[in-house]
């Protein structure tokens, strides 16, 4: 096994790329039946994992122009997928977040990829789960610490 920390993090990166290739993973069909695009499932994720947020936010984490972002949603708002409100503390700002159905199409994929870890961890032994767990625990409390304690990738 490598032992500079370099090498090691390449080695789990690679290790890791192997793990997903060999899973085989799917998403049901049903799920992808939607005319979304990459965009547009982009900014559902942002919506998703940030919770609500403003338009100008979504364009700065889609690395996009406000009117590109303005696009994106207001095709999802049309699918019903994501609703504009106004923001309570500021009336001029408009806040977007997923609509049941949004929620519903995202949940669903994240269920999918639950059930491929779930798939993975399934033939592991009890110590080697506890092992695990244990790393799991290591790499939340490294992001807990490189994002100032909140362990969300929420938007403003």
Request: charged share 20%; aromatic share 2%.
């Amino acid at each position: 096994m490598k032992q500079n920390k370099e090498a090691l993090v390449q080695y789990i990166l690679e290790t890791s790329g192997n793990i997903y290739g060999a899973l085989n993973p799917t998403i049901r069909l049903e799920l992808l039946s939607s005319d979304i695009t990459v965009a547009q499932l982009r900014a559902l994720l942002i919506l998703h994992t940030g919770g609500p947020s403003r338009m100008s936010s979504i364009a700065s984490v889609l690395d996009v122009a406000l009117s590109t972002a303005t696009g994106i949603v207001e095709n999802l708002v049309r699918k019903e997928l994501v609703v504009r409100e106004a923001d309570p503390h500021d009336r001029r700002l408009v806040i977007c977040k997923l609509s049941p159905a949004g929620q519903e199409l995202i949940g669903g994929l994240w269920r999918s990829g639950e059930f491929q870890m779930e798939r993975l961890l399934d033939g592991l032994t009890l110590e080697q789960l506890k092992k695990a767990a244990e790393v799991a625990e290591m790499l939340l409390d490294n992001v807990s610490r490189n994002t100032g304690g909140a362990a969300g990738g929420g938007v403003e």
